[in-house]
């Protein structure tokens, strides 16, 4: 099974340490707060870089 991987920084998240964050109905997982709160800041940025 694939590492999860942080949508901010694409570094892969540490089992039991990911931050969880429900955008729009969907779960979505960084691999700390700082990430998070980055995502938080500007969703549609990290959502259109990963669906590219
Ligand atoms: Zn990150």
């Known amino acids: ?8 920084c694409n570094k892969a998240i ?9 955008h729009e109905g969907k779960w979505l ?5 700082g990430c998070r709160n980055r995502f938080i800041g500007n969703p549609k940025k990290y959502l259109d870089a990963a669906s590219a």
Do not use: Q, S, T
Not at 29 to 33: N, T
């Open 1 to 8: 099974m694939a590492d999860k991987v942080c949508l901010v």
């Open 14 to 22: 540490a089992e039991g340490k990911d931050m969880k964050w429900n």
């Open 29 to 33: 997982v960084f691999d700390d707060m």
